[in-house]
């Protein structure tokens, strides 16, 4: 088996547990910072262990589109072609089909779609999305679906289902194929829009082919938060205890801890630098724009008592006067923040599941994340 | 004295020097990274150690209007600001004012000028600029200044001359006054343009002003190459020999060699990391464009035998696509490697001056830099 259940919380469905991959084990609940283009934006390999990274994710598609194959095969791989030793886990790229290019037209056997950089045609179906994820060396795999947009009616949703089923089995089957020393691990996608029947039916159907793992796909796409968690409510009961569950593109801290509380065990969401290149770090009361004017005499770090490589050495009044000068360093900051707060709330989490004090901490930083306050720490001699 | 004269060369006017700053010796020759607004682009401070920094440039002209006078004051000045805790030198102002801002007005006082990120009016004098350059804590500060465009008529040259050579006694005497332990060094610029007898007397004049060290103004502001080794020919014979001589605003790496073979001992350039941005790398053999398709399977380093943080674990290949995707490690990793490999010609030709082999390392270096055609390290299996 390559997930051991090591502990499970008694006031809600939160887990402890460990994934065993290829490139060596992953202790969850984890966030897996996202890496789309062969890098986690503004982020060096060694940057990113020193955060606590312990697994990254690819993406199928964008890099499916540019370098390119022949260059993934040539360089061996996206672990040494990024030079990142840890576990990788690589979406489908059905995601991305859906919401990034243009023209798409979908039949049984795969996508047609266009490009999202230079317009050229592409075809991605569940066997060459396998194999791309393959040739990139993936140790977790995902399963080719297609992600509906929110909101989406039953008929449409139903019918999409089935077909994302039949694409599922192509994808274990594909997987399963491999001789053992090449296979990947390989999640399905638990889909069904916001209707509990579908999301029941997917489960199910997904489970019965014995998946190494399952997503809950189809979730942060636009629908509000309360849908979100019901989603996850409708999909999490039909789910074996023995297998990792991934919400797929979540959240913010908050939704993060609660997901686990639903029993989440893997999270993967592109906000912690996405924010940081606008300028807005996370802290455990809620998110900071650092380019607001109250911060330019700010001589204390992003987060009082945070320990991270920018927090320990810079200012908030240097990294507001970085992000307004528009400098790189601003933004690289930020992120370094803002991912090791991503990748230590896990670590807390982690830590208070075994303490069997999860429901505490749960409800603590709930409450507190809610509190925010614009303020500055301190009081400067600034006239 | 503030400057050692360590050794000369015996085949031309280079000199291998120390000198003493307030926040510690600078050996020279020496390349000084530019930190235009509180930052080196793209580099961290502890990367800048990491590629051999011993000394960075800060801007008189671009932190005065960004973040501003009151929140460098709050901060303690720059070193604290931008935790940067070795030497800056400031320049001041002079060249910004009169390339960057619009609407300027020069009178005897100073200048007026509207601010290009805002249009606010400003105005600098040689006093202003000494004071923002002491609040600044610079280690060595730089006499306001008019530079020249090129081309220039002798007339312009020669009344501009004037009034900069009395400029530079006000900026002379703002720092001498001010009491010993918070004084700065401080640094004239020779002027003339492109005219021998008005570099000459630029040159005289101001060393009779007894500066701690000289710099060669007007340079690299688009005359051929040819004028740049004139103007610098024309200024160095009348500089003395215990002073340290710093040619502004310079240049290739070839140039760096031909001018420290002229008695220039400082020099700074934002080529290295403004290149980098562009996907253009320095090899001892010329320039790289990693755009090129021809590195897209290049398995190869930046330049072999290079121990940059970049050489050392990147290949070619990765970093062409870093940059065709607009990642922001591409041009990370391409100005670590240029600064170190600015930083390293630097640290060599210190060496070559203390053995005696300058001059053939001059020669060699020269003829190989120009020898750049453009190959593939690495033969592929790329079909």
Chains 1, 2 share one sequence.
């Not at 262990?49 to 540019?66: C, E, P, S």
């Not at 797929?248 to 939704?255: A, K, S």
């Amino acid at each position: 088996m390559s997930f051991q259940l090591l502990c499970t919380d008694s006031t809600s469905r939160a887990r402890r547990g460990r994934l065993i991959t290829g490139h060596g084990a992953v202790e969850t609940p984890i966030f897996m910072p996202v890496g789309t283009q062969g890098t986690v934006k503004a982020m060096a390999p060694d940057e990113l262990k020193t955060v606590g990274a312990q697994i990254i994710l690819g993406n199928t598609y964008h890099l499916f589109l540019r370098p390119g194959l022949d260059i993934m095969r040539h360089f061996g791989g996206l672990h040494r072609f990024m030079s990142w030793d840890r576990p990788i886990l690589t979406d489908s790229g059905g995601f991305q089909v859906f919401s990034l290019s243009k023209l798409r037209h979908i039949t049984e056997e795969g996508v047609h779609f266009n490009s999202h950089i230079d317009g050229a045609p592409c075809f991605l179906s569940p066997e060459i999305s396998m194999e791309i994820q393959s040739l990139l060396g993936s140790d977790i795999t995902m399963a080719f679906d297609e992600c509906l947009p929110y909101p989406c009616d039953w008929d449409y949703a139903a019918n999409s289902l089935e077909r994302t089923l039949r694409w599922a089995k192509r994808c274990h089957k594909w997987v399963v194929n491999l001789p053992h020393e090449q296979r990947p691990l390989v999640f399905g996608i638990v889909q069904g829009g916001t209707f509990q029947g579908l999301r029941e039916k997917s489960a199910r159907s997904s489970v019965k082919m014995n998946f190494d793992g399952y997503a809950i796909g189809g979730v942060s796409v636009g629908e509000p938060e309360s849908e979100m968690m019901r989603a996850v409510d409708n999909s999490i009961p039909f789910l074996p205890e023995d297998r990792p569950r991934y919400a797929m593109g979540l959240g913010t801290p908050p939704q993060l801890v609660e997901m686990v509380a639903r029993g989440v065990d893997m999270f993967d969401c592109v906000l912690p630098t996405r924010l940081a290149r606008n300028g807005t770090a996370f802290t455990s009361w809620g998110t900071l724009n650092l380019k607001n004017n109250l911060y330019r005499f700010d001589n204390g770090p992003i987060e009082q008592g945070c320990i991270c490589g920018a927090c320990q050495t810079f200012t908030r009044g240097y990294i507001r006067h970085l992000i307004k000068a528009e400098e790189i360093l601003g933004l690289r900051l930020i992120s370094i923040h803002n991912l090791y707060f991503y990748l230590n709330l896990m670590q807390q989490i982690r830590d208070e599941l075994e303490a069997g004090t999860f429901q505490r901490f749960r409800e603590i930083f709930v409450a507190n994340y809610a509190r925010y306050e614009p303020s500055c720490t301190t009081k400067g001699n600034h006239q």
